[in-house]
DNA sequence: TCAACATCCGTGAACGTTCACGGGAGCGCT
DNA sequence: AGCGCTCCCGTGAACGTTCACGGATGTTGA
């Protein structure tokens, strides 16, 4: 695994340079950072030598002495997913007006490379931010002291902070929406493939209960549009007189969207679908989305700015800081 | 912009390890580092002292003595633009398999970012795969001899290599399949913006020029959806007898086919859309989006392989190597 | 009893850079 | 002459870790 194999790149260092100038180290950082305290004929000389020689500073010997760079790990579970997308983006942009470098890990969904990542984050990274399907255990076990923050996911121990989306009263505006607008067989596709239902899920749940209807109609599918698609075809399958449907993210909507108007199904006269996300894209189909959106931008930012306050030591925020409210945001498919 | 607000956090090293556990150096780093020579209970008392102290191990130390770690920096314009976000999701994937660390920057499409993200980058990364706008000129003086590899653009100078996309014959088809149906007042909405025209313009004025029809039904638009229903009006106010639109790429298209809807044209039938890229997203919309596609994965991959080479000193690809052709894909837009 | 060996642990050195300090040359001023 | 100052430049030290080597102790075998 060692990398070196065609023609064996010796490192060029200081000293060479120093030494091709005919001047001291010193010098050369002198010349090669701008500082003064040097001639400007010297400085040129150095300069001149290091692009002859194809110099360039070890950025590991330059980080050992001056303990100005921060780097943060960025861990997402598929970035093709918009949603993680977003939550990047944001995420990088904040890291960028701080000035500090992010290393993206993308775990592909598989446990197996979330553990593989989490081995190798610990010894390259200053913090981590993103999302773990681990256990607390083992996520500590690999991490050892590390500032983390979680997203979406609520820690149970005091060693994490977790950013908490809370859709609540989102998903009841959701409900109450459609029962407002007649609808009484409501069904929603949660996610498949994790162990538990999902918040979104309980969410539904009680929303349902409290306006006194059905709420058994729930669907799998998965964290795709045809996933939706599927879903959509399953729980009609199943419950044919479903006329309305929430489901857990935007994606799955989406699906559910297509596989409607394959259906015959006019949205939203004769099927009503309200999503979870508020995803950019939700505008782009037809009719453009209803969903209980969140701030994705905000949710990256606070993540950032927590591990911020971790790392330096600040007075970090306090759980019921880190949240992100999501509410219902109308398009046109509900 | 030192990092150093709140409690004065000293940083705890390995001797400090080693003298709460009462051993060197040398056996706290066999114990942290699965070494064996080291007796099961030393172990463990090191073991239990790292953790007491919270004791993490410097990258810095430790990149600057196991020269083992490689570290790519991919400078992406925008990564909410969904294109861009599948060449990063399989660059990523392909620096996971060679153990790689990749940091993004998303320059934000503005060119003071992208200096910035110049200047950074040389003393945080070994190589840099990415989108540059600026001239080679300023790319060469702040990446001193680093590896690069360019996506997209050009390159004239030997100090870089860069992946080509080949459009040509797949915009050439696309222009025989509109007129293979029919059209003849076939459009363009080029991106806007950007100082020169682009090839992909310059492939659909010669692909026009062969099929003997009027080249010169382009407009602008803006790299959005929303610029691509402006770019569609525009264009249809300039030319009403417009029956089919080629786009700069896939966003555009899609922003068109919702404006063609908004404006109570249907597709295909009244007014068809090629696109250019080929994204996941133009399966998601009504009619999927036919597009000139081309293999964003490998895309990817090609770069992460040609800079590993280059990395390595192993012999690198050459330029007929470092394409990846694009061609038509039929969805149901045209 | 002594050599030979295995097991465990510690000591200098090195990685490549920057920081703190010191020193020489040149100049002006008293 | 002597002092002080500015302008350049160089030398030890330090950052925190791992590598190469050597030493100490216990165990085995003849």
């Known amino acids: 695994m060692v990398s070196s194999s065609g023609a064996e790149i010796r490192k060029v260092t200081i000293h060479d340079v120093a030494r091709f100038a005919g001047v001291s180290r010193q010098t050369v950082s002198r010349a090669l950072n701008g500082k003064d305290e040097i001639e400007g004929s010297t400085k040129q000389r150095v300069l001149d030598a290091a692009r002859e020689l194809g110099y360039r500073p070890s ?18 579970p598929d970035l093709l997913n918009p949603f993680f997308t977003e939550v ?27 553990l593989g990542t989490l081995q190798v984050i610990g010894s390259q990274v200053d913090a981590v931010v993103g999302y773990f399907s681990c256990s607390e255990d ?26 908490r989306i809370d859709g609540e009263a989102g998903v009841h505006a959701a409900v109450a929406h459609l029962i407002a607008q007649g609808h009484t067989r409501i069904g929603m596709l949660d996610h498949a493939g994790r162990a538990e239902p999902s918040l979104r899920r309980a969410w539904f749940l009680t929303a349902a209960a409290a306006h006194g209807i059905d709420a058994g109609l729930v669907a799998g599918a998965d964290q795709s549009a045809d996933g939706g698609g599927a879903g959509l075809r399953a729980l009609l399958a199943a419950h044919p007189d479903v006329t309305a449907v929430f ?20 949205v939203p006269r004769e099927l009503a679908v309200i999503g979870f996300d508020g995803l950019a894209l939700g505008a782009l189909v037809e009719p453009p989305l ?3 959106a969140l701030d994705t931008h905000r949710l990256g930012a606070l993540a950032i ?6 790392l330096t030591g600040a007075d970090p925020l306090d759980a019921d800081e880190l949240v992100v409210h999501a509410e219902l945001r109308p398009g046109g498919s509900a």
Chains 1, 2 share one sequence.
Do not use: C, K
Not at 59 to 66: H, I, S
């Open 290 to 292: 209803t969903s209980v």
């Open 305 to 310: 700015d927590q591990v911020g306050r971790l």
């Open 138 to 163: 083992e996520l500590d076990r690999y991490t050892r002291g590390m500032p983390m923050v979680l997203i979406g996911s609520e820690h149970r121990t005091a060693r994490f902070s977790s950013i």
């Open 59 to 76: 950025r590991f010997a330059r980080g050992l002495v001056r303990q100005d760079t921060t780097t943060i790990g960025l861990v997402i």
């Open 88 to 114: 990047a983006a944001s995420a990088l942009e904040a890291a960028r007006t701080r000035g500090w470098h992010v290393v993206v890990y993308d775990t592909a969904d598989r446990a197996a490379e979330e």
């Open 247 to 266: 489901t857990f993210n935007d994606i799955i909507a989406i699906g559910a969207l297509r596989e409607a108007r394959r259906m015959g199904r006019s």
